[in-house]
């Protein structure tokens, strides 16, 4: 469910109180953990943390209007999730994640690509979330992203 909100201000203050609550939450720890030159945007309808155009000019290779994205987390309609662009696109980072997932939570990972969905809303890895998003610079991420270009 796309929310058509223009602000994460916005995006937050539509939602009911327990998602609102928990979106809360992982903002926070998105923020105090996320390196610096990332920035908080709405895109595809959810908090978006993105490398800007200021750093990194090309932008998305789909559509270069977009800055290039690293993560997202939404409330979504049987869920709350969150998407990471180096999940998906880093095996060692990948492998790492899903090794460390059940010593934070109880409930069995339920992961796509890059998307990791939390049903339970009172089990999510706060801590992990904070760690696995400091583990790539921004310079890392864009170096990262154009190896992925070029495969």
């Known amino acids: ?23 809360e939450k992982l903002r926070k720890v998105t923020l105090e953990n996320l390196p610096k030159g990332f920035k908080e945007v709405m895109a595809y309808g959810m908090l978006g943390y993105v490398v800007p155009h200021e750093l990194y000019p090309k932008g998305y290779h789909c559509d270069p209007k977009l800055p290039l994205g690293f993560f997202n987390i939404a409330s979504q309609k049987n869920s709350i999730n ?31 690509k890059s998307c ?14 904070g760690e696995l998003l ?18």
Request: glycine residues 2%.
């Open 1 to 23: 469910m796309q929310s058509k909100a223009t602000t994460p201000e916005q995006y937050l203050a539509e939602l009911p109180e327990e998602r609102r609550v928990v979106m």
């Open 82 to 112: 969150m998407y990471h662009m180096v999940i998906y696109g880093n095996k060692e980072i990948h492998d790492w994640f899903v090794s460390e997932y059940p010593k934070h939570c109880n409930s069995k990972l339920d992961m796509g």
């Open 116 to 129: 990791v969905r939390f049903k339970k809303l009172d089990d999510i890895p706060y801590n992990l979330i």
């Open 134 to 151: 400091s583990k790539i610079t921004v310079e890392q991420w864009i170096e990262m992203y154009k190896k992925m270009l070029k495969r």
